[in-house]
């Protein structure tokens, strides 16, 4: 289980940040902005569209050709300055555009509509773009540019979602530049596409002729209409926390509370960083430090300790984390502390034999990095565990297991896997689908390592997540319900599942077919033993919020478009403000797209 606790730490986001917002109200916020740049309340695009519809409001940023030509002038530049930055940002393409966002003005991440690709480059989506030198020679000017490690774009006219990590180039005091700036992550769409790349100077399009400390975000607005919302940030440039010299006393014995004793230790000494490194024992001791806290500005600060066993972090004789824990538990606890000097203790006990012996001790604030208090060494890294990979190359797989949707484990689930590379999760209780993905198939691991324990599995590509309710309804029926559904199996036709479901309700068999059509997975509902005259059946294709009917054939939901042929859909409201799209059967069968 302790394992499982590990692997759900790395598994979480960038995580909880104190993000800064650049509103949208108006552009106020950025420098000189051309006439194509507007503040617009929603925008809109098929995914064969060219163009974007706008409605007029605030909250959405639009660039959109007002004048005959775009020109490097539509660039757009934040009056806001940054050295080190985690930024996030949605943003929108219609099909065949190409963006960019520039960290300090200087270092591209590039945004173009890379949907469907199946090889990218540094100039598709979530790509580091090239550095550009005409010294190199004809056909060599471009070098250092990095391709995303995966296809992560979704299709045009979607939101998507952009998040990068990025620390600045340093320089010394004489101005000479000593450390490369570095992309420390890049997240598309919730998958890692960059890590830790290094880039040794300015990608082509930097709008300045040399490094420095600080530049702006530069968005790329000569190349076509892009738009973006939900522009938040947190910069690095503050201060932190950091600690003397750390004294220790080392007792052995059997301790079942973090209290120091009045005995004599067994040893003692000084350390240049908190390290479990000095006990020598792997149990039955107690350890006492001591440190003097620097804390430069008044400000909250958030502690976050690790050890194998028990302990107590103190700050001015205050008790802040304290408890039985296991390495990589990590347990938090903010407080206010004024500039000056604070001593710092932390006691610890370990009084069984299992497991490791650890140590660590974290200092975050808001407007600082993450700092590390002991010795990196001090605090065990985790145990290389190897991806268990389930590969659907060659023919469909059908892989059962449990998984997670909306926050509970689903426990009827079964994952089909196609050569295509379009995959989806299927509830077999209520007939639903959880969730669909493009890319790699399934990551089996805590199927199968160690105890196995979760046992649930994992997408290995782009995912949307879907509603996971029962997609028919009765036309009085309020809600789709699936209570009174029964399944009976499935069968294959061509490696793929048809799954068969007694509906008591309407008194009608279903069968549910879904497979790989285009970009996007094709689901046949049909209806046996119905009249093939107009039934009172609904196909229910979305439930939720922000649901949008583009055209009759079309509509939108957070992460996919679905599209249909023939009936006329509706938009009703349902209850807690969510939605409904329903399309009338008009016969014995009902066919619609997901595409994403």
């Known amino acids: 289980m302790k394992k499982l606790l590990f692997s759900l730490l790395l598994a979480t986001p960038l995580g909880v940040w104190a993000q800064q917002s650049i509103p949208l109200t108006d552009l106020s916020a950025f420098d000189q902005p051309s006439k194509n ?63 960019g966002i520039y960290l300090q003005g200087r270092y591209e991440v590039q945004l173009y509509d890379s949907w469907g690709k199946k090889t990218v480059k540094y100039d598709d989506c979530g790509g580091i773009y090239e550095r550009w030198d005409d010294a190199r020679g004809k056909g060599k000017e471009g070098y250092e540019g990095y391709a995303p490690r995966q296809n992560a774009s979704k299709a045009p006219g979607l939101w998507q979602t952009l998040e990068i990590d990025f620390q600045a180039p340093r320089f010394d005091a004489n101005g000479k530049k000593i450390a490369n700036a570095i992309f420390k992550k890049v997240i598309l769409n919730g998958l890692v596409v960059q890590e830790n790349i290094e880039v040794s100077g300015m990608t082509r399009g930097a709008i300045f002729d040399k490094e420095a400390p600080f530049g702006p975000i530069l968005i790329q607005g000569d190349h076509g209409p892009v738009a973006f919302r939900n522009l938040r940030f947190e910069t690095y440039e503050k201060p932190t926390a950091s600690l003397g010299e750390v004294s220790y006393d080392y007792y052995t014995g059997k301790f079942t509370d973090p209290i120091v004793p009045t005995t004599k230790p067994a040893s003692s000494g000084k350390l240049p960083a908190l390290t479990y490194r000095v006990i020598p024992v792997n149990n039955d001791y107690l350890i006492h430090y001591k440190a003097e806290l620097t804390i430069p500005e008044d400000d909250n600060y958030e502690f976050q300790t690790y050890w194998t066993g028990s302990g107590e972090l103190k700050i001015d004789g205050k008790v802040h984390n304290q408890g039985a824990h296991w390495f990589n538990e990590m347990v938090p606890a903010s407080t206010f502390l004024k500039a000056g000097k604070h001593q710092l203790e932390i006691i610890h006990i370990k009084d069984f034999p299992w497991g490791p012996k650890a140590l660590g001790l974290n200092v975050k604030r808001i407007g600082a990095r993450l700092v590390s208090l002991h010795e990196r060494t001090s605090l065990l890294d985790p145990d290389a565990v190897g991806l268990i990979e389930v590969k659907a190359n060659a023919e469909p797989v059908l892989q059962r297991s449990f998984a997670f949707h909306q926050g509970k484990k689903k426990t009827h689930v079964i994952h089909v896997g196609d050569p295509a590379g379009l995959h ?50 009765l036309a009085h029926q309020a809600q789709a319900d699936s209570t009174d559904l029964v399944y009976k199996g499935y069968r294959l036709e061509a490696g793929r599942p048809i799954f068969m479901y007694e509906w008591t309700a309407a008194k009608l068999r279903v069968e549910d077919r879904i497979q790989p059509a285009g970009n996007g997975l094709k689901r046949t509902l049909t209806l ?47 209850a807690s403000g969510a939605q409904q799209i329903r399309v009338p059967f008009s016969g014995a069968q009902f066919t619609y797209d997901l595409i994403w």
């Open 528 to 574: 046996v033993g119905a009249s093939p005259q107009k039934t009172d059946v609904e196909a229910v294709l979305a439930t939720g919020h922000h649901l949008s009917i583009l055209q009759n054939g079309l509509a939108s939901q957070p992460g996919n478009f679905i599209e249909w042929k023939g009936a006329t859909a509706e938009l009703l409201k349902i």
């Open 424 to 473: 989806y999760s299927y509830d077999l209780r209520q007939g639903a689908i959880l969730q669909v993905w493009r890319g790699k198939f399934l990551d089996a691991t805590q199927m199968w390592d160690n105890r196995g324990e979760p046992q649930t599995s994992e997408p290995l590509g782009l995912t949307v997540i879907q509603d996971g309710k029962f997609h028919l309804a």
């Open 37 to 99: 740049w507007t503040i617009e309340q929603a925008v809109f695009a098929k995914y064969s569209d060219t163009l974007f519809q706008v409605s007029p409001g605030s909250g959405v940023l639009v660039n959109t050709l007002r004048g005959g030509k775009y020109h490097r002038t539509d660039d757009l530049k934040s009056k806001m300055q940054h050295g080190d930055i985690r930024l996030l940002v949605d943003f929108m393409l219609p099909r065949g555009m190409n963006s």
